[in-house]
């Protein structure tokens, strides 16, 4: 069910200054430069490579003395870091070309660990008010084998007014703005948004090839006064002489128009558009302000076993409605509609996550949706029910490796379950922490190599086991997992920093140390994922000033080679769906960990 791989190695390199920035037993890796490839689903353990240098006086050497099989990285020590370099991979013994990747001489003198895409500027939008760099996602918009990036802008918040966001958004037309960049810099397009897209987490995304043309679209959620990349404006479409449904003091649109448009991702145009889920009231939703009507998601999955469907809900606290639509041909059908007020699933009301999971739960081929407490078949019927109520921090994967198929780990605000580990297919709790408290956060990664499996930790508590054992310890956070410094465990990605909470007891990256912005409470990237190199995960940060995109990419070398994670459903999955609600990490759909490696008897 995947999305192809793409036809490109993704040659790629990077290199890190900072001694301070890196952990003590590994500050050997600093200023040397890293540079690591894709490996293919198609690859096998004996694929073997060459890798080439070309400097500035156009000289041509190859750096590896022997065929590079055990890995798809290689550290390089001997380059001339005060000039461009140009690396050139092939396979061992066969001088065809398969990717090159040059690193500039700025960035290999100054040990910059990323790449730097330059944002747009915003005066003609608003002279004003700035837009900060949000959420993120990438897709390959053109069609050339690499991934393009969409980012989601808000416009920032003034800090001297009583009420701050409604103020703010009552002086701009557009409240969010969507651009698209290519890797090298190029800006693609722009969408603004209109005034009746409130600013927060409401204005999600997704991109992704709908039609099978070869290209990503991206689906998103329009109303009157969204203006597309081609410059056409959604204008007073029912007539009622007004395009602004904004509420003076109200941080909540209160009606008119909204519709689901997907959007060319070479141009910005609008290329099909249907009515989005219907508002009715706001008392349908469960309160009388519109905050929990306004509870929105786009996202994504194949509900058919073929083409990739957009995923569009509404509620989570109380009612809630998802559907499902295919766009084949231009045009937009409704695949399925899951509707708790249908008489049938009156029971899954209320039991919505701030974010959604997808992933083929029960391996029929084709994918259900996790919405938090209750899963929803890839039909658009209820497959199971916990019962166990809304909760924030949700994660889908193979987190217990002795157990067949998926497993699902989540905490909760509501009822007398605080965490829970359930099996994905059934619903069964597997184990669970009892607290009647809001458990506002949970995640899940291999961290320890004592301990079989990943472990699980929730704010506060203590890790645990995949089996439920209390392990006696806390981790340093609760945010984020990420592939980085090349070990099969995972290290903790918070707040500017990462760091590996066991095996290596320290700081692996002190990622403020180059002005990044902090994302407010989210304390996480715009996205993260493995979209560039070899197996580990990149993050893509807003500088501080917000001017400018960083692509950071490991510099540390590994001993490992996997096939490039998007290849994985699951994760290809989590990685577009990140940006949906309150953002989740990555989880692959096969374990990736420490229980890999061959213990002595």
Not at 169 to 198: C, M, Q
Not at 472 to 494: E, H, P, V
Not at 497 to 503: L, N, S, T
Not at 544 to 566: C, H, Q, R, V
Request: proline fraction near 3%; charged fraction near 25%; glycine fraction near 10%.
């Amino acid at each position: 069910m995947s999305q192809l791989p793409p036809v490109k190695r993704m040659l790629w390199a990077s290199i890190n200054s900072l001694a301070s920035a890196t952990l003590q037993s590994h500050r050997g890796d600093n200023d040397k430069i890293l540079v690591s490839w894709r490996m293919f689903p198609t690859d096998n353990a004996y694929t073997a490579f060459d890798l080439y240098r070309t400097d500035g006086n156009g000289l041509e050497v190859k750096v590896n003395s022997e065929p590079i099989v055990n890995s798809t990285n290689f550290q390089d020590t001997k380059a001339d870091r005060t000039v461009d370099n140009t690396y050139r991979l092939c396979y061992a013994g066969n001088n065809e070309t398969l990717e090159t990747y040059t690193i500039t001489a700025r960035q290999a003198s100054e040990g910059l660990p990323f790449l730097t895409i330059s944002l747009r500027g915003t005066a003609d939008i608003d002279p004003l008010f700035p837009y900060k760099a949000n959420d993120a996602s990438i897709g390959d918009l053109d069609g050339d084998g690499m991934y393009e990036i969409v980012l989601k802008r808000l416009v920032e918040i003034v800090a001297d007014e009583e009420d701050v966001e409604s103020a703010t958004a009552s002086k701009v037309r557009h409240t969010t703005l969507f651009e698209a960049y290519k890797l090298d810099g190029t800006f693609l397009w722009r969408i603004a948004s209109g005034p009746n897209i409130p600013l927060g987490n409401s204005a999600a995304f997704a991109v992704y090839d709908f039609d099978g043309d070869g290209k990503c679209e991206v689906a998103l959620r329009t109303a009157e006064g969204t203006v597309f990349g081609d410059g056409t404006e959604i204008g007073d479409i029912n007539g009622d002489g007004k395009t602004d449904y904004r509420i003076p003091g109200a941080n909540y649109i209160h009606g008119g128009p909204e519709f689901l448009s997907i959007i060319e991702g070479t141009t910005g145009k609008e290329l099909a558009r249907t009515d989005y889920i219907a508002l009715g009231t706001s008392e349908d939703w469960g309160d009388d302000y519109y905050k929990r009507s306004s509870s929105y998601r786009i996202g994504l999955g194949n509900f058919s076993g073929t083409n990739t469907s957009i995923l569009i809900c509404r509620g989570v606290y109380a009612k809630m409605v998802l559907e499902a639509w295919d766009f084949q041909g231009g045009e937009l059908s409704k695949r399925w509609r899951f509707d708790t007020t249908d008489g049938v699933h009156d029971s899954y009301a209320g039991q919505g996550n701030h974010s959604l999971s997808v992933g083929d739960v029960d391996a029929d081929g084709m994918d259900e949706v996790v919405y938090g407490a209750c899963t929803i078949d890839h039909d658009g019927k209820g497959l199971n029910n916990s019962g166990f109520g809304h909760g924030d921090a949700l994660h889908l994967g193979k987190f217990d490796p002795s157990r067949p198929g998926l497993q699902i780990w989540s905490c909760f605000e509501t009822g007398s379950i605080g965490a829970a580990l359930r099996d994905a297919r059934t619903g069964e709790v597997l184990w669970r922490y009892n607290d009647s408290s809001d458990v506002g956060a949970a995640l899940v990664a291999d961290i320890d190599p004592a301990s079989p499996g990943c472990e699980m930790w929730w704010f506060k508590g203590n890790v645990h086991s995949c089996t439920g054992v209390d392990l006696g310890y806390t981790a340093s956070s609760c945010n984020m997992a990420i592939w980085w410094s090349g070990s099969l465990n995972r290290q903790l990605l918070n707040s500017r920093r990462i760091e590996a909470p066991i095996e290596d007891s320290g700081r692996v990256f002190s990622i403020y140390e180059y002005k990044v912005d902090k994302r407010g409470s989210k304390s996480n990237p715009c996205f993260y994922g493995d979209i560039l190199g070899d197996w580990r995960e990149e993050m893509i940060m807003s500088a501080e000033d917000g001017t400018a995109l960083y692509i950071f990419s490991t510099w540390y070398p590994t001993n490992y080679k996997f096939p490039y994670l998007m290849s994985d459903h699951v994760y290809e999955m989590s990685a577009i769906n990140q940006n949906i609600g309150y953002n989740m990490p990555t989880q692959l759909g096969y374990y990736l960990g420490s229980d890999l490696i061959k213990k002595e008897p």
